[in-house]
């Protein structure tokens, strides 16, 4: 099956930049994203999606981008704090298949102080 | 706030013996998952249910079980276990209506010896 990928295992930024975290994904038909963010032993927490019909989503420091010509999401994290070091997933919905999620391997994100 | 409870936070089990891994959620929701976690494969579907004993097949269901007598409980088994099943397992929940939304336990990290 298809399956989606990150650009970047591990980003490292200064506390107070901004974040982007990238994901490509290959399944054209495919209609609703998430990302997810897993903070050592935790299990992984909803941040924000978007689906197929929308290019952008915001929400509170975050924003996820979504480039289907490329087939390619992002987010985004404003103001990157200590707080948000953790794992990030992406995570795609073939259409039609309700309630399957195939996830990403995950990009590390290091915020330095 | 959903919670979704997972009995053990580590297990550590012998080879060829059998294995239950208990999940709770308190959301009354229809939905519920088992996802195994390794570094560098992501998020993996083992099984799935959809209401009080339904169940359906993910993507990895070999060497695994599931049971769901009660709408708030999801009990993955493994028969028999094997080295390979050494991973973090993950349980979800989510409500229905094609809402993606999963809602994570914190995880059990399983070690088969």
């Known amino acids: 099956g298809e399956s989606v990928g990150l650009h970047l295992p591990t980003l490292s930024v200064q506390e107070g930049d901004n974040s982007i975290i990238n994901c490509a994904y290959s399944?054209?038909?495919?209609?609703?994203f998430i990302w997810y963010k897993q903070e050592s032993g935790k299990g992984p927490q909803f941040i924000i999606d978007?689906?197929?019909?929308?290019d952008k989503r915001q929400g509170q420091r975050v924003t996820v981008l979504l480039n289907k010509t490329v087939k390619h999401l992002s987010l985004q994290i404003a103001a990157t704090q200590p707080g948000d070091s953790a794992v990030y997933f992406c995570?795609?919905?073939?259409?039609?298949?309700?309630?399957?999620?195939?996830f990403g391997t995950g990009t590390l994100l290091a915020v330095q102080p | 706030d959903v919670k979704v409870t997972q009995s053990s936070r580590y297990l550590v089990k012998r080879t060829g013996e059998k294995v239950f891994l208990e999940c709770v959620q308190d959301m009354d929701h229809e939905n519920m998952f088992w996802y195994r976690q390794d570094p560098g494969l992501g998020l993996r579907l083992i099984y799935f249910?959809?209401?009080?004993?339904?169940?359906e097949k993910g993507d990895i269901p070999e060497g695994y079980s599931v049971s769901r007598e009660k709408k708030e409980r999801f009990s993955l088994i493994l028969e028999s276990a094997s080295t390979n099943q050494t991973s973090m397992y993950l349980c979800?929940?989510?409500?229905?209506?094609?809402?993606?939304?999963?809602?994570f336990g914190s995880g059990t990290q399983l070690s088969v010896l």
């Open positions: 979800a929940s989510s409500p229905p209506g094609g809402d993606e939304k999963l809602f």
């Open positions: 978007i689906r197929s019909n929308m």
């Open positions: 399944n054209s038909a495919s209609d609703y």
């Open positions: 249910s959809y209401d009080v004993k339904m169940k």
């Open positions: 995570a795609e919905r073939f259409s039609g298949a309700t309630n399957k999620l195939i």
